[in-house]
């Protein structure tokens, strides 16, 4: 069994130790939200009356809401959040707001290549309206459309690079998917792993996320938008003489014509949800801003997006004030699929993730990482998001997107309200909109699954990439893990 770059060219402990030394466990992104873009809201303390409630102030529920106040401004829209808007997923991911609605080309090849036309149409005309939401709304969430580079760490990977550049070419894609060879990938972003690269110039951005779930929040109350925060749903009722559902919470409670259940990977309303997803651990640091002295020693001019190409890989970027932030590799299921605090909390991890960001960087050694947290994913077995409603069509839910939520969720929030309103058109005709994917098993066969896949996804990293008998069995079962 080989050994990767990263073990192969590891900076010493005294450097890892250094730039952990005054590390902060607190999120960057929510630290970095002016006070204007976090207002006190009020509990939902009594009834309240409306036409759409929506559970969940993430950015899911936050597009729902807003897309439908512009579809109908006349209703009212209720929006109830356990904690804070933007505090969970939606506020300390990697802020790569992807074009893709499957996980990636290849994901949704596997899954509906019939539909990968229309998908990838409706991908990018949704990047699109993200893009022009800021100055339709009047609001700035940091968007810069950068592209996203992949590059290859280890040889075996680029031959996956010249198959996926060869076939957006035979695509017609050429411009904008780009292969960099290894003097072009490293006169790019100066990193001595880059093997080469592939730059998709145009399906992806980046953009701040608090400030994304924040700014969204406060374009949807100036519309007309409720949102009650700090209000946990406890209870979701649907009388059947009635035709409404309501969402109770321990102060109040919102009687509503319809519901949206928007709770990402917290344990579903809907017992037919339970399990469709697991939450799935993902780490991340952040560093100091880089002087230009650094900044010069990288490059990075066109500030891309970076995810390599190992199963066990990395993301990261650089920001407005030109940190960068490093995180992945390590994603960490916890047995009985709960959602905890103290799992926030994994030293050897960012430990790890230093190691491999001086490994990539060593031109930085002596830069300091100012925060690190983490955050669960909620990860379905098609590795992208499933869609439905219940209770008579008067709720509808959208969950599993699988760490690729920042772009598509203001897709699923245009299917939720098609759905609801019962549309019949090129989004709710999606076999990836009408069909389920299949559960994730129950404990322990869950926990044995899931770390068993992990296990064998870093054997093929140290293996020229050759999957065994495990992962060849769950890609012909088409149970995702090829990301």
């Not at 904690?83 to 996980?103: I, M, P, Q, Y």
């Not at 899954?111 to 991908?123: A, F, H, S, T, V």
Request: glycine letters at 8%; one cysteine or more; proline letters at 5%.
């Amino acid at each position: 069994m080989g050994s990767t770059v990263f073990e192969r060219s590891r900076p010493s402990d005294s450097v890892v130790e250094r730039s952990l030394a005054e590390t902060r466990h607190s999120v960057f992104w929510r630290d970095d939200l002016p006070d204007a873009l976090k207002p006190a809201r009020p509990k939902l303390s009594r009834t309240v009356v409306a036409d759409l409630v929506v559970v969940g102030g993430g950015y899911s529920g936050l597009w729902t809401a807003l897309l439908a106040k512009e579809r109908n401004p006349e209703q009212r829209v209720v929006l109830v959040e356990a904690k804070r808007v933007g505090w969970a997923a939606s506020g300390r991911n990697g802020g790569f707001c992807e074009a893709s609605l499957t996980h990636g080309h290849e994901n949704g090849l596997a899954r509906w290549p019939k539909e990968m036309p229309l998908l990838e149409r409706l991908g990018m005309e949704n990047l699109d309206a993200i893009e022009a939401s800021e100055a339709k709304y009047g609001i700035d969430f940091q968007f810069e459309r950068t592209g996203m580079l992949a590059p290859a760490v280890e040889e075996h990977q680029l031959e996956w690079l010249h198959d996926w550049a060869d076939e957006a070419a035979a695509n017609g894609e050429g411009d904008d998917v780009v292969f960099l060879d290894q003097a072009a990938v490293q006169a790019s972003v100066n990193s001595p792993t880059f093997l080469g690269a592939v730059w998709e110039k145009r399906s992806n951005a980046m953009v701040h996320p608090a400030r994304l779930a924040a700014e969204l929040a406060r374009a949807a109350e100036e519309r007309g938008v409720e949102i009650f925060e700090r209000s946990p749903v406890r209870k979701l009722e649907t009388p059947g003489s009635t035709g409404a559902v309501s969402v109770v919470t321990d102060g109040g409670r919102v009687d509503a014509q319809h519901a949206v259940l928007a709770t990402n990977v917290f344990p579903s309303l809907l017992k037919r949800n339970r399990l469709m997803t697991v939450p799935v651990y993902d780490y991340v640091l952040m560093t100091e801003p880089l002087s230009a002295e650094q900044l010069a020693s990288i490059g990075w001019n066109d500030r891309q997006g970076i995810g390599d190409m190992a199963n066990q890989f990395h993301y990261y970027r650089i920001t407005k004030d030109n940190r960068i932030l490093f995180g992945g590799y390590d994603a960490i299921y916890h047995y009985g699929r709960k959602v905890r605090e103290e799992y926030e909390n994994r030293p050897e991890t960012w430990r790890k993730l230093a190691s491999h960001f001086f490994t990539t960087f060593p031109q930085l050694e002596g830069l300091r990482f100012t925060h690190q947290w983490a955050g669960a994913i909620d990860t379905s077995t098609q590795f992208t998001s499933f869609f439905g409603t219940a209770r008579d069509g008067r709720v509808a839910y959208a969950a599993g997107f699988t760490g690729l939520g920042v772009g598509s969720t203001r897709f699923a929030g245009e299917v939720m309200l098609d759905l609801l309103e019962g549309r019949d058109n090129e989004r709710t005709s999606l076999e990836m909109v009408r069909k389920r994917p299949l559960p994730f098993p129950p404990e322990p066969a869950a926990a044995m699954g899931i770390n068993a896949t992990r296990w064998s996804l870093d054997r093929a990293d140290h293996n020229g990439g050759k999957r065994n008998l495990l992962l060849k069995t769950l890609d012909a079962l088409g149970l995702g893990f090829d990301s």
